[in-house]
């Protein structure tokens, strides 16, 4: 984060906001701007990337399902606006200490073993954070800390790309704690933790669009949307973020219900064409609720 902050220390706070008297690496001065920088670079990303997302590639006959709420997208929003800024009170702290010169972040790369080091940073940041997260949010659905924490993000049953960061504060702090608990124990170049960071919400973003293809050579492995999407609705299944390894290793393994034709998009392409064949027909809806096949109770 200090090449953020030195960035926007030049060309923006200290012409145009601080009193030039006040030092660039005074504390409550780097506070202060990282908490601005950060909820701006969040709240930009989350909106851009979450609009496209929206408009691009979520499905929106999925708006059709019955477990879709009543005003979710603006609901999602809200919720994601009100909790970003609490999210960034612990995360600044972390920053901070890796402004600070605590954390493991370099700036310089030398060939040859320095590009051979990043290509292996990249990849153990990745395993890494994909195996923390996997068991952070499993313990999210332990049933003591579920309904304080966890729960709220899991009212969206299928959820939309606004969904992504629809957390509460807590929960999205703790799922965002192995991105930084990172470059603190392993060294990492800071343009390659940088632009992981936005990977990540990039990423996290894409497992709730509601396209739920994955080409069939990855499907074993890849964690996508359809698996997601199956964790929202049956809650103990699928808690990975990248990969399926963990959920393999821990049990918790689904095949997405996407990937047998019994997804929450076959449903509502059934619904509709029995709707079409039988206008006053809606039996099929409430017979799949009652037998349980599109939700599990939490
Ligand atoms: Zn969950
Ligand atoms: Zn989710």
């Known amino acids: 984060m200090d090449y953020v902050l030195n960035i926007t220390d030049y060309y923006f706070f200290t012409p145009y906001v601080y009193p030039s008297t006040w030092p660039e690496d005074d504390i409550f001065r780097q506070t202060i701007s990282l908490l601005i ?48 800024p609490y999210i960034s009170i612990p995360t600044v702290a972390l920053f901070l200490l890796e402004v600070k010169g605590y954390s493991k972040l370099y700036d310089d790369i ?35 800390v579920y309904k304080h924490i966890h729960k709220p993000h899991h009212m969206w049953k299928i959820p939309t790309p606004f969904a992504s960061h629809a957390f509460h504060p807590l929960d999205g702090f703790l799922q965002s ?29 894409s497992i709730h669009d509601g396209d739920f293809r994955v080409p069939r050579i990855f499907r074993p492995f890849i964690n996508g949307s359809a698996h997601h999407t199956d964790h929202h609705l049956f809650f103990d299944y699928n808690y990975g973020q990248y990969f399926t390894l963990w959920d393999r290793i821990g049990g918790s393994f689904k095949n997405p219900s996407s990937f047998e034709g019994k997804g929450p998009l076959s ?19 409430n017979d799949k609720l009652s037998n349980g096949e599109l939700t599990k109770k939490e």
């Open 37 to 84: 920088v950060s909820n701006l670079g969040a709240f930009v990303l989350y909106f851009f990337c979450a609009t496209l997302s929206y408009y691009f590639i979520f499905d929106h006959s999925l708006m059709k399902h019955p477990q879709f709420l009543k005003n979710q997208v603006s609901r999602e929003i809200k919720f994601t606006v009100q909790s970003m």
């Open 110 to 144: 030398e060939f040859p073993h320095g590009w051979l080091h990043l290509i292996v940073s990249v990849i153990s940041f990745i395993f890494f954070t994909d195996m923390l997260i996997y068991w952070i949010h499993r313990g999210l659905h332990h049933k003591l």
């Open 177 to 205: 704690l192995p991105y930084h608990i990172y470059p603190f124990l392993f060294p990492l170049h800071k343009l390659v933790y940088l632009g992981l960071y936005i990977f990540v919400n990039i990423w996290t973003i």
């Open 267 to 285: 449903y509502v392409k059934n619904v509709s064409e029995q709707k079409c064949s039988n206008p006053s027909e809606n039996g099929y809806r």
